[in-house]
């Protein structure tokens, strides 16, 4: 069945350090792929999202792009600031069913 | 009020407690969940309604009991509940239930501690 796995955190960076988060996936077909981001006493926000190989969803400063040939969907950012700590959900969803598919989550902690 | 609210914010009971969470969607979306985030483990989804019919139940205890009496309101009503049903308790909803429509527009959680 389908399935996504994430980079396991903490992931503890520096201040305008470039940061990437692992995101593999495993489906048939071409699912849609989401980041979303959980700050700290929150809810889950939308990140970004792409719905078709190559391409790129970006956000914030923070992108990831649908790669078909490697089933990935790294998430990326050229400077994270420490309002970026957070954790972050990769999740896969397909046309024919409500269900989104989570990966476990990736905690971000940003230093000064 | 915008986007999807929740209310408790907080909420701490004992085991022998009946309390209920509510849940509000402002989105003009058809469909509604309810999920269980426990700390170290992935989300679990409980619940899922379409236009007010449930359609998922993912072998919840029978201790929590949804109600969704309108495409903008849900209810997860609660009782007897055990030390380990405490975790954060996360409503969504998404336009539709299938195709591009599978977007979850998240609540900002109630904390629940079971003492």
């Known amino acids: 069945g389908d399935s996504v796995t994430q980079m396991e955190g903490p992931v503890t960076l520096s201040e305008e350090a470039f940061l990437t988060i692992n995101c593999t996936y495993t489906?048939?077909?071409?699912?849609?792929l989401f980041w979303y981001v959980q700050y700290p006493g929150e809810g889950l926000q939308l990140l970004l999202k792409?719905?078709?190989a190559d391409d790129k969803g970006s956000n914030k400063g923070f992108e990831a792009t649908y790669r078909k040939e490697t089933t990935s969907f790294h998430l990326e950012k050229g400077s994270v600031q420490v309002s970026d700590s957070a954790v972050y959900f990769c999740?896969?969803?397909?046309?024919?069913?409500?269900?989104?598919?989570w990966g476990a989550g990736t905690k971000l902690i940003i230093k000064p | 009020e915008t986007g999807v609210t929740q209310t408790p914010r907080h909420l701490v009971m004992g085991m022998t407690n009946k309390k209920s969470l509510k849940c509000e969607q402002h989105?003009?979306?058809?469909?509604m969940y309810w999920y269980k985030q426990s700390a170290k483990k992935p989300l679990e989804l409980m619940f899922v309604?379409?236009?007010?019919?449930?359609?998922e139940n993912n072998s919840v205890p029978s201790r929590f009991s949804p109600e969704c009496p309108n495409s903008s309101h849900l209810f997860l009503h609660l009782h007897t509940l055990q030390p380990e049903d405490s975790a954060l308790y996360l409503c969504?909803?998404?336009?539709?239930?299938?195709?591009?429509?599978?977007?979850?527009?998240f609540g900002p959680g109630t904390r629940l501690t079971v003492l």
């Open positions: 309604y379409s236009l007010e019919e449930r359609v």
């Open positions: 969504a909803s998404s336009p539709g239930t299938s195709g591009t429509n599978n977007e979850q527009f």
């Open positions: 792409a719905t078709k």
């Open positions: 989105l003009g979306h058809n469909a």
């Open positions: 999740a896969l969803g397909r046309d024919s069913n409500y269900q989104l598919i």
């Open positions: 489906a048939t077909g071409y699912p849609s």
